[in-house]
């Protein structure tokens, strides 16, 4: 396998597999057609042609859409869909940066294709060796990517909580991070997908933060997230993620993005001009429904 | 203006202004219609239609392709065109790491709107009031961008050169660096744009590199390239770039992106995941003409 092999699972996406979400005149997300032909049963909520799943006019305010589509999803639960519901809500929004249109629950984020957001922290020691990075092993428990090697700490984006804020949060509760170390961190871009995976359509931005930790710190698994931390030669890890699907198919993209950055992938690797322009955009033009 | 305006300058391209420009039956270039006219005058050599220009196939060899382009090229240089002739030639493939179709004066790649490499150095220096950046600022002497503002170090990719050897050289011709503080040049990734400028079609990747430079460096511009060096905080270099057109519109671009690896750009920026998402790909997928 090659790093190209690991960049192209986060572009696995058939335009035709899905109709487009519409809210309040906006494209905000794609439904697949199975979920459509499910949400065309609740017609005072969803209009669901052969290419559109709209969100009913009649609901007028972000609150009315809220409360609608949760008593749609409720039902559904009942019914046994949705594995893996988080009892907490995501903002659907043109951007991230405008008022959401609504808020759903975050496991049915990739059922409405809507766009997700995270929290991912690459933690690096700099020795006279190079980079070590520290990857957390995920809880069998974890939703999505049970067993899976990740970032030091990871986490998504909820509403109602500056990233930064989410940042020092998650440091807390998944490393055991002190408050004035985990300042530290310094943000350093995004990087995006738009991709199918077993929970659905997978449409994130994560906003990438990097922090050099001293020799002596030893990030602790507190609430359960993570079961385990290891801090390995960078070429350890790049090796891994060539090499095997241990890692969670994002964090692979976010440590590909920071070997490119440190310097651990270098310009005459055949594939360096492919994997720098990948990286940012996962091969679509980002953070648009089109 | 914005940093968006910045990066709006470097995705500047109308797709129906251009034919493609075909070497042995690869796209690698686009020719707008005025020159494609001009070259139509070149049987023997272009075979021109409405939709591309095509070299000849009975130029079976690069050696043969580079010779009869050249000769074309010096009848039409002999007629005034081409102002910035550079007795530089660059190399047309299929991809960087591709042997050459063919080789072409570099003030022409623009006409032919073929791929374009070079290294660009940031070079700053870490205090305790944050990051300051050296800035050059080109000779009025230079073909493209005469007295715009650039980085410490930045070059075209000839042929014949690895990028790093390239670096090296640059870095000692440009401004007196020397090897052994030159050597601690680290690739932090690329570049790329495909936007339309008086000198033609600029289809470029750019290979980043970020030094850290110490208080007692001084640049010395010693080719000639270089009229004067700056070193400024990097926040008043960013709000140069959004305020004024002062820097090269591609020294911007690296800028832009410095600034996001290094935390000065933050995600509560509204216009953070915008700039983030576009500093890679100029908007448009690179490293391949459609």
């Known amino acids: 396998m090659s790093l190209i092999d690991r960049l192209d699972a986060c572009a696995r996406f058939t335009p035709a597999n899905y109709r487009t979400f519409i809210v309040d005149g906006m494209p905000l997300g794609r439904v697949d057609h199975a979920f459509a032909e499910t949400l065309s049963a609740y017609g005072e909520v969803f209009g669901v042609s052969s290419s559109d799943v709209v969100l009913s006019p009649d609901l007028a305010t972000p609150d009315a859409r809220t409360a609608a589509v ?10 046994g869909m949705f594995p893996g519901w988080r009892g907490e809500h995501y903002p659907v929004s043109k951007s991230f940066y405008a008022a959401p249109a609504l808020t759903v629950e975050r496991a049915t984020v990739p059922r409405f294709g809507t766009m997700g957001y995270g929290v991912h922290l690459n933690g690096y020691v700099k020795g006279d060796d190079g980079i070590r990075m520290w990857i957390g092993k995920r809880s069998m428990r974890k939703p999505t990517g049970p067993g899976k090697l990740d970032q030091v700490v990871a986490g998504g984006q909820p509403v109602g909580l500056s990233v930064w804020d989410n940042l020092m949060k998650e440091c807390g509760e998944e490393a055991g991070m002190p408050d004035d170390l985990a300042r530290c961190a310094v943000p350093v871009g995004t990087v995006s997908y738009l991709t199918e995976r077993d929970e659905g ?14 020799e002596r710190f030893q990030p602790t698994p507190t609430d359960g997230e993570v079961d385990e931390f290891y801090l390995w030669p960078i070429g350890d890890v790049i090796a891994r993620i060539r090499e095997t699907d241990d890692f969670k198919f994002n964090a ?14 270098e310009p005459d690797d055949p594939e360096y001009i492919e994997i720098t322009e990948a990286i940012r955009v996962g091969r679509f033009s980002p953070g648009r429904v089109r």
């Open 201 to 214: 359509l997978r449409h994130d931005v994560l906003f990438n933060y990097d922090i050099e930790l001293p």
């Open 70 to 79: 949760a008593d749609v999803l409720a039902q559904l639960r009942a019914e």
């Open 252 to 265: 692979a993209l976010v440590i590909i993005d920071f070997a490119v950055r440190h310097g651990v992938l």
